[in-house]
């Protein structure tokens, strides 16, 4: 290094920071310089300027330049929890393409209670240590990766100055992450203007264990729809369901929004009846239902129409074993398909379908298989008597089986495919879709065909217990979607019930006031309470309150029209394919106050708690082998959490992408 005269080179060797190794410290004047062995940069070298900047620098020359890194983790101050520091090992360039972990031998150094919290310049461990546990969290990753040599190699070549994690350690952090999380999700639904509906599932973990996912559905202020996972409670097997059913009502006291719950959507079970029950009593003893809990109890309306789908398919089952087998037959040779497509010309089958071999793990694709596969019946029958190899085509009887079983498929098919195509799934939309299947179930069930009426009127059988829990509350938030109102009901029942659609009618028009005076009465006592908190020193106030209520009922007998006599009188909203109902209302709120909020109670119930993912699963939700291994409480915080950071990254789409990540990953 080349000096000029007034400058004078200082000896390092008595300075302690091992940075020291790579600068040389020169003075010039009353000044001190260190000057980088490496790139010759000169930064501060006085000793008032401490050795982070220079330590900071060095870390980026030496990535710069490919140099020896292992020098760096020499930092002042003992080693900290689970650090990893190499040994005997030199970074050449020969290295370069054939670098693998097996060059680098790491001493364990010994663990310290306590996490460590240092910083380094700019690096923050800590934020790093929580951002590193919430991208575990948001993707799945197993927790064990932290432990994965090949994670470790990349997190000490990425940043040697991040002290690795422990499976423990990382564990803690995610658990502290749920509880902060937690905080603001039990704030979010404080804050909520109208009621929860909750809904429960039941996921199946490898084994012989189950756990119940209970889901809090809303509508916000901003009218939209908003869903977040409070508990994902593990059930043991020798758990009566009384003790069960506590548990869970425990969670909700917990979550404290007993209070608020407006609805719960289950499953035709025995568990989840109980703790429908027990939670019904629960709110009864308090007088928070409405109506008298006529529309408390909701079945899932997706899970119905799943369990009309195995019945089908297990009628047919030994059918479309035939066709599954028939198909994979032809399939299995380019001679044997040749042989068929000539079979197909010779019949004159207009198609141009190719044969669909289904999965059976989604009840639509075999529903295709079998749709595709009708096409073909009479070349699959001309095959079989020109290839005496194949032996597994259907009967006539079997055809004909299959088309008017395959005909209920589709009708199933058609209306999952709605629910499941909703982008914004109110409960609105439910409605006329689960008319047109009864009315279907009750034409089906005059079949002349033995199987076909057995089968329908099995299916009925479990169809009416799902009306008569849920015809209500379905016809109810018909009724408030204002391109329908009463007329959806009109235009139903008395294809449904005949003559006594007139009563039926009634039932439904009467349960609608009935929740509506519900909500008026609710608004009334909201805005006294209001009122006298925001003055509590006015006693007078205070004392009016039954003046107020009297009010309330004897406005009730006099000529003045409600918010739901208005609406119910003024003409329908014209029906257009991106009618949004939430917007509607959220305009429509100063005109109709009382209604708006019970319509922010009624669209907001779950009528399907399944994901729209999942809507053609055959079966219930399963936990794969890593996530069946976890403890329970680390399991609910992994679940819980990473809903709550997605539903964050949804509501975030309209921003920038920085804002979204700002959401995942602020660790305050």
Same mark, same amino acid.
């Given at each position: 290094?080349?000096?000029?005269?007034?400058?004078?080179?200082?000896?390092?060797?008595?300075?302690?920071?091992?940075?020291?190794?790579?600068?040389?410290?020169?003075?010039?004047?009353?000044?001190?310089?260190?000057?980088?062995?490496?790139?010759?940069?000169?930064?501060?070298?006085?000793?008032?300027?401490?050795?982070?900047?220079?330590?900071?620098?060095?870390?980026?020359?030496?990535?710069?330049?490919?140099?020896?890194?292992?020098?760096?983790?020499?930092?002042?101050?003992?080693?900290?929890?689970?650090?990893?520091? @190499?040994?005997?090992?030199?970074?050449?360039?020969?290295?370069?393409?054939?670098?693998?972990?097996?060059?680098?031998?790491?001493?364990? $150094?010994?663990?310290?209670?306590?996490?460590?919290?240092?910083? $380094?310049?700019?690096?923050?461990?800590?934020?790093?240590?929580?951002?590193?546990?919430?991208?575990?969290?948001?993707?799945?990753?197993?927790?064990?990766?932290?432990?994965?040599?090949? !994670?470790?190699? !990349?997190?000490?070549?990425?940043?040697?100055?991040?002290?690795?994690?422990?499976?423990?350690?990382?564990?803690?952090?995610?658990?502290?992450?749920?509880?902060?999380?937690?905080?603001?999700?039990?704030?979010?639904?404080?804050?909520?203007?109208?009621?929860?509906?909750?809904?429960?599932?039941?996921?199946?973990?490898?084994?012989?264990?189950?756990?119940?996912?209970?889901?809090? +559905?809303?509508?916000?202020?901003?009218?939209?729809?908003?869903?977040? #996972?409070?508990?994902?409670?593990?059930?043991?097997?020798?758990?009566?369901?009384?003790?069960?059913?506590?548990?869970?009502?425990?969670?909700?006291?917990?979550?404290?929004?007993?209070?608020?719950?407006?609805?719960?959507?289950?499953?035709?079970?025995?568990?989840?009846?109980?703790?429908?029950?027990?939670?019904?009593? +629960?709110?009864?003893?308090?007088?928070?239902?409405?109506?008298?809990?006529?529309?408390?109890?909701?079945?899932?309306?997706?899970?119905?129409?799943?369990?009309?789908?195995?019945?089908?398919?297990?009628?047919?089952?030994?059918?479309?074993?035939?066709?599954?087998?028939?198909?994979?037959?032809?399939?299995?040779?380019?001679?044997? +398909?040749?042989?068929?497509?000539?079979?197909?010309?010779?019949?004159?089958?207009?198609?141009?379908?190719?044969?669909?071999?289904?999965? @059976?793990?989604?009840?639509?694709?075999?529903?295709?298989?079998?749709?595709?596969?009708?096409?073909?019946?009479?070349?699959?029958?001309?095959?079989?008597?020109?290839?005496?190899?194949?032996?597994?085509?259907?009967?006539?009887?079997?055809?004909?089986?299959?088309?008017?079983?395959?005909?209920?498929?589709?009708? !199933?098919?058609?209306?999952?495919?709605?629910?499941?195509?909703?982008?914004?799934?109110?409960?609105?939309?439910?409605?006329?879709?689960?008319?047109?299947?009864?009315?279907?179930?009750?034409?089906?069930?005059?079949?002349?065909?033995?199987?076909?009426?057995?089968?329908?009127?099995?299916?009925?059988?479990?169809?009416?217990?799902?009306?008569?829990?849920?015809?209500?509350?379905?016809?109810?938030?018909?009724?408030?979607? @204002?391109?329908?109102?009463?007329?959806?009901?009109?235009?139903?029942?008395?294809?449904?019930?005949?003559?006594?659609?007139?009563?039926?009618?009634?039932?439904?028009?009467?349960?609608?006031?009935?929740?509506?005076?519900?909500?008026?009465?609710?608004?009334?006592?909201?805005?006294?309470?209001?009122?006298?908190?925001?003055?509590?020193?006015?006693?007078?106030?205070?004392?009016?309150?039954?003046?107020?209520?009297?009010?309330?009922?004897?406005?009730?007998?006099?000529?003045?029209?409600?918010?739901?006599?208005?609406?119910?009188?003024?003409?329908?909203?014209?029906?257009?394919?991106?009618?949004?109902?939430?917007?509607?209302?959220?305009? +429509?709120?100063?005109?109709? @106050?009382?209604?708006?909020?019970?319509?922010?109670?009624?669209?907001? #119930?779950?009528?399907?708690?399944?994901?729209?993912?999942?809507?053609?699963?055959?079966?219930?939700?399963?936990?794969?082998?890593?996530?069946?291994?976890?403890?329970?409480?680390?399991?609910?915080?992994?679940?819980?959490?990473?809903?709550?950071?997605?539903?964050?990254?949804?509501?975030?789409?309209?921003?920038?992408?920085?804002? $979204?990540?700002?959401?995942?990953?602020?660790?305050?």
């Amino acid at each position: 290094m080349e000096l000029s005269e007034e400058t004078v080179l200082v000896d390092c060797s008595r300075l302690k920071s091992a940075v020291w190794k790579d600068f040389d410290r020169v003075k010039r004047g009353d000044t001190c310089v260190a000057v980088c062995k490496h790139c010759k940069k000169k930064l501060s070298g006085s000793s008032t300027s401490g050795t982070s900047h220079l330590r900071n620098h060095l870390i980026r020359c030496r990535r710069r330049n490919n140099h020896d890194v292992s020098q760096l983790l020499t930092s002042k101050g003992k080693k900290k929890e689970g650090s990893l520091t @190499p040994v005997n090992y030199t970074y050449s360039h020969e290295h370069t393409k054939t670098d693998t972990p097996n060059l680098i031998r790491y001493e364990q $150094a010994p663990l310290k209670d306590g996490l460590v919290n240092g910083t $380094a310049g700019n690096f923050e461990y800590k934020r790093s240590r929580f951002d590193l546990a919430r991208m575990i969290i948001l993707h799945g990753y197993p927790l064990a990766m932290v432990e994965h040599i090949g !994670f470790k190699v !990349f997190v000490r070549k990425l940043q040697p100055l991040f002290e690795l994690v422990t499976l423990d350690g990382v564990v803690a952090d995610c658990k502290e992450i749920y509880v902060k999380e937690k905080q603001k999700v039990c704030e979010m639904l404080d804050e909520l203007p109208g009621k929860i509906s909750l809904s429960v599932d039941t996921w199946t973990a490898k084994g012989d264990g189950k756990y119940l996912c209970l889901t809090a +559905h809303s509508v916000d202020d901003s009218w939209a729809l908003r869903k977040k #996972i409070l508990s994902f409670i593990y059930v043991d097997p020798v758990q009566t369901e009384d003790v069960v059913s506590e548990i869970v009502m425990a969670r909700l006291m917990e979550w404290d929004i007993d209070r608020k719950l407006f609805s719960m959507t289950c499953d035709s079970c025995s568990i989840h009846d109980s703790i429908v029950c027990k939670v019904r009593e +629960h709110l009864s003893e308090n007088r928070f239902l409405l109506c008298n809990g006529q529309i408390f109890e909701v079945r899932c309306a997706v899970n119905i129409i799943k369990i009309m789908v195995e019945d089908c398919l297990e009628a047919l089952d030994s059918t479309i074993c035939k066709i599954r087998e028939s198909i994979r037959y032809i399939k299995s040779s380019q001679s044997i +398909h040749e042989k068929f497509n000539e079979m197909v010309q010779e019949v004159g089958a207009d198609s141009q379908k190719s044969l669909y071999l289904d999965n @059976p793990a989604n009840w639509n694709s075999t529903y295709t298989m079998l749709d595709v596969a009708l096409e073909y019946r009479e070349a699959f029958s001309r095959l079989q008597e020109h290839d005496f190899a194949y032996t597994m085509c259907p009967s006539d009887d079997e055809w004909s089986q299959a088309s008017t079983i395959t005909s209920f498929l589709k009708l !199933f098919v058609e209306v999952a495919t709605v629910f499941a195509g909703s982008k914004i799934p109110t409960a609105n939309i439910y409605f006329p879709e689960v008319c047109d299947i009864h009315l279907q179930l009750i034409d089906w069930c005059q079949s002349r065909d033995e199987l076909i009426s057995s089968l329908s009127l099995k299916m009925k059988s479990k169809f009416d217990d799902y009306w008569k829990k849920c015809s209500l509350v379905l016809a109810v938030a018909a009724i408030l979607d @204002p391109r329908f109102k009463m007329k959806l009901v009109e235009y139903y029942y008395p294809q449904i019930y005949g003559g006594d659609a007139p009563d039926c009618v009634d039932i439904v028009s009467n349960c609608m006031r009935a929740l509506y005076n519900g909500h008026d009465v609710y608004s009334t006592l909201a805005s006294n309470s209001q009122v006298g908190g925001s003055d509590g020193g006015n006693d007078t106030r205070d004392r009016l309150t039954g003046f107020d209520r009297f009010l309330h009922e004897t406005s009730q007998n006099q000529n003045v029209k409600s918010d739901l006599d208005k609406y119910l009188e003024e003409p329908l909203f014209p029906r257009n394919v991106d009618f949004n109902i939430l917007n509607w209302w959220r305009v +429509h709120t100063p005109r109709y @106050p009382v209604l708006s909020m019970m319509a922010r109670n009624i669209l907001g #119930i779950p009528m399907s708690k399944v994901s729209l993912d999942s809507v053609f699963d055959t079966g219930d939700r399963v936990l794969d082998q890593y996530r069946s291994s976890l403890s329970a409480d680390t399991l609910q915080a992994l679940i819980c959490t990473q809903d709550w950071m997605r539903n964050g990254l949804e509501d975030s789409k309209s921003s920038s992408s920085s804002s $979204a990540l700002a959401i995942c990953y602020d660790a305050n």
